[in-house]
């Protein structure tokens, strides 16, 4: 089942299209999601019940290793992917290969665009924001759940060694 639910970006514009025919909104959100720890399941439970379905975008590993350095990602794409697409509250999942999520949003044009409270709309990244307001997406801002992180994991797992 969760297989199924890992698309291309030309089927998510169209799950797009049909969600908006029926009066309904898709929520997009995006990141590395390398090591999945509570806090990504509380962030992607909570952006799920912002709307009708929930698509994560999974940066590839060539973007994750340019984003947070050589030694990441631990879990190879396709693994990241499959996780989490296992989870109830995700509906789609998507791979992108580069740093920046900016052509995927601009092809799936999500009704909500959800992320992380290290973030706000003023420090989303310049290039993504032109393609989220073209759109004419909402974007919402969703808490950290404090202490949780993928680094602050690895940090704590390389000092126990």
Not at 1 to 27: P, Y
Request: charge should be positive.
């Amino acid at each position: 089942m969760s297989a199924a639910k890992i698309v291309t970006a030309a089927e998510l514009a169209r799950v797009r299209d049909t969600l908006a025919a029926q009066g309904k909104k898709l929520v997009f959100t995006n990141g590395c999601f390398d090591l999945l720890h509570v806090g990504h399941v509380r962030y992607l439970q909570a952006a799920r019940a912002l709307g009708d379905a929930l698509v994560v975008a999974v940066n590839g590993d060539a973007s994750v290793r340019a984003l947070k350095g050589p030694s990441r990602p631990v879990n190879p794409e396709n693994d990241r992917a499959e996780v989490l697409a296992a989870l109830g509250c995700v509906d789609y999942v998507v791979l992108f290969p580069e740093v920046r999520v900016t052509g995927l949003l601009r092809a799936v044009r999500p009704h909500i665009y959800a992320k992380g409270g290290d973030y706000t709309p003023d420090t989303l990244d310049k290039e993504e924001r032109v393609a989220i307001d073209a759109a004419g997406s909402e974007i919402h801002i969703l808490p950290l759940v404090p202490g949780r992180s993928t680094t602050s994991i690895l940090a704590a797992a390389s000092c126990k060694n």
